[in-house]
């Protein structure tokens, strides 16, 4: 388990023990891990009591299209990860791409949103239906706010790149846009399977 | 192929993918009960461990900063799973 990836410190080409990016957005995804774990955990306790409700508003969700998304933020974090190692290496003109690869998928990520959210609103369901889609649309609706931000901090870094800007003496900027990206991946991990399978 | 999964976050992203496929293939087999929630659960954690440790480069953070954010996902899972737990009637 602590093995899957073993960056090593001559990988990140610096002293062991470094937070990557700016400290302060740290603080932030702190902030909002917290924020985002109270709301999970305030889903499952009203999970409790009103359990046949759940189940049964659950069977309308289309899990394919939570399947889609999560695919989509992890290979976009995946890409993410390639962009940073690509700086690190000094191949400026390898970021970008990677970089445009993963705002392709948070796009993606939205689109699939979109007709997740029109299929429910033309069948009659919004988020006064019951609890549970109450919950579904507000924490749904919460992380896309922070995918169409993080997204757009991932096109700042893009155009960037493309200027050559990111290489191995000029990362933290990358890192510290890479960090909110994973951290928006993170949370979904969570809501997919609290909102699409769990029962 | 093998030559691809030489590198760490290559692997990263095919373990996360392959969990993210056997979570979605017990719900969608119909499978039910406590032991399958519970998986899905421990799957979520050990996706959530991955992604903060390979992805967000955690392993190599100041410890704090480790525990805060592993003491996080720790403390939800654990919350989420009790609280599963006793809806289910198992505790």
Not at chain 1, 38 to 52: D, K, L, Q, T
Not at chain 1, 90 to 100: E, K, Q
Request: proline residues 2%; charged residues 15%.
């Amino acid at each position: 388990m602590s093995s899957i990836a073993s960056t090593t410190d001559t990988e990140l080409g610096r002293d062991a023990r470094r937070l990557p990016g700016d400290p302060d957005v740290w603080i932030f995804i702190f902030a909002e891990l917290l924020m985002f774990g109270a709301f999970f955990v305030a889903y499952i306790v009203n999970w409790m009591g009103h359990r046949e409700v759940y189940t049964a508003a659950q069977t309308t969700l289309d899990r394919s299209f939570g399947l889609i998304n999560t695919i989509f933020l992890i290979v976009s974090s995946w890409s993410v990860v390639s962009a940073l190692k690509a700086a690190r290496a000094n191949r400026p003109r390898h970021v970008a791409p990677f970089l445009g690869f993963a705002i392709a998928l948070g796009i993606s990520f939205m689109g699939v949103k979109y007709f997740e959210y029109s299929a429910k609103l033309d069948s009659g369901i919004d988020l006064t239906t019951d609890d549970f889609h109450m919950f579904y649309f507000c924490l749904t609706g919460i992380h896309l706010l922070h995918v169409i931000a993080g997204t757009v901090i991932l096109i700042v870094c893009w155009t960037n790149a493309r200027q050559g800007a990111y290489h191995r003496d000029n990362i933290r900027g990358l890192e510290t846009g890479a960090s909110y990206w994973h951290m928006v991946d993170l949370l979904w991990i969570f809501l997919f399977p609290l909102l699409y399978l769990l029962r | 192929m093998i030559v691809i999964l030489r590198q760490p976050h290559h692997r990263t992203l095919l373990v996360l993918v392959l969990a993210t496929a056997a979570a979605f293939w017990m719900r969608s087999d119909n499978l039910v009960g406590l032991g399958i929630g519970a998986s899905t659960l421990a799957i979520a954690y050990w996706k959530g461990r991955l992604v903060i440790l390979d992805f967000m480069e955690l392993r190599h953070a100041p410890l704090i900063w480790r525990a805060l954010i592993e003491g996080w996902l720790l403390l939800v899972c654990g919350l989420i799973f009790a609280f599963y737990a006793v809806g289910q009637g198992a505790l």
